[in-house]
């Protein structure tokens, strides 16, 4: 059974950027999207983006001038960068395995189907 | 885009069923069979329940249930059981290669 666990600094300054690696275990990251899903304290989730094994991406409109997903097949792992950081990306992030759908070409599924415990980031001074 | 909406919170007793709706627009759950559904247990990561509006993944209760009607999605948990308490999120496609979740639900079991 595939595992995910996120890892990185649980506190980043204003202004700064966040990074976060997602390591993949039980499982190759080869074949699969994989996503970055965050949730503010209170709030509902919010969908990052996600990235391909060939690191194709995509991400969310309202974040796209800030966020850089990278993948390492090598070390079976994926990488969210978010730069500029607030208070408001204060939050739990989360990654998560999409599977793919491959006809003529590969489109990610919207099924999230394994996802991480959740790393805390809070952004303060 | 904007969140798709889901009421705050839902209840109901062990036995009951529930029904949890998340509405969007025509351009997203509207649009498209690609409709999932989360459980967030306390201290547990996110599981997927339902996927593609209806479709329950391996292992998933069939007291788990998924329809969609114009631009509102449901979820509905029938025989409600106390281990059911939590937090359930809806996803839909939004076009464009863009995902959509809304607000969450917390369902209680009285």
């Known amino acids: 059974q595939v595992q995910l666990q996120e890892s990185g600094p649980g506190l980043v300054k204003p202004s700064e950027t966040l990074s976060l690696t997602c390591t993949v275990s039980g499982g190759s990251i080869s074949g699969y999207y994989w996503g970055w899903i965050r949730q503010p304290p209170g709030k509902g989730l919010e969908w990052i983006g996600y990235i391909y094994y060939s690191g194709s991406t995509n991400y969310n409109p309202s974040l796209k001038s800030r966020v850089t997903l990278s993948v390492d097949t090598s070390k079976n792992h994926f990488s969210l960068r978010l730069s500029s950081v607030t208070a408001a990306d204060t939050a739990m992030y989360y990654c998560?395995?999409?599977?793919?759908?491959?006809?003529?070409?590969?489109?990610?599924?919207?099924?999230?189907?394994?996802w991480g415990q959740g790393a805390l980031v809070t952004v303060s001074s | 885009q904007s969140a798709l909406t889901q009421p705050p919170s839902a209840s109901g007793s062990p036995g009951q069923s529930v029904t949890i709706s998340c509405t969007g627009t025509?351009?997203?759950?509207?649009?498209?069979?690609?409709v999932s559904w989360y459980q967030h247990l306390p201290g547990k990561a996110p599981k997927l329940i339902i996927y593609?509006?209806?479709k329950r993944p391996s292992g998933v209760p069939n007291r788990f249930s998924g329809s969609k009607s114009g631009n509102t999605a449901s979820l509905t948990v029938s025989g409600l059981q106390a281990e059911d308490e939590g937090d359930y999120s809806c996803l839909s496609y939004a076009g464009s290669n863009n995902l959509v979740f809304g607000g969450g639900t917390k369902l209680t079991v009285l």
């Open positions: 593609e509006v209806h």
């Open positions: 025509s351009s997203d759950i509207g649009g498209y069979n690609y």
């Open positions: 998560a395995r999409q599977p793919a759908y491959c006809n003529n070409d590969c489109y990610p599924s919207v099924k999230f189907d394994s």
